[in-house]
């Protein structure tokens, strides 16, 4: 009958075994969302300041012209808006 000794290299060659296929399935991994372009969170683009808003509103005929100048004065720091 031959020694097979006390079972440790089965475990270890076992473990070993896991040990590879892991770290082979792993470097796989990696590599594909390294290497493919795997898309990353934008910021998304900044909205419009309010000189613009308030300009939009203007050209949809939402607020008059007196109204416009006045916010528009106010927004820009000029100080107290136009009375007209």
Same mark, same amino acid.
């Given at each position: 009958m031959?020694?097979?000794g006390n079972g440790w290299g089965y475990l270890m060659m076992g473990l070993g075994m896991i040990v590879f296929w892991g770290l082979l399935i792993a470097?796989?991994?990696?590599?594909?969302r390294f290497? %493919?372009?795997?898309?990353?969170p934008?910021?998304?683009p900044p909205g419009p300041n309010?000189?613009?808003l308030l300009a939009e509103?203007?050209?949809?005929g939402e607020i008059?012209?007196?109204?416009y100048r006045d916010r528009l004065?106010?927004?820009? %720091?000029?100080?107290q808006p136009i009375n007209r």
């Open positions: 031959m020694y097979w470097g796989i991994v990696v590599l594909v290497f %493919g372009g795997a898309s990353r934008s910021t998304p309010p000189q613009q509103r203007f050209a949809r008059d012209e007196r109204e004065a106010m927004l820009q %720091g000029i100080g």
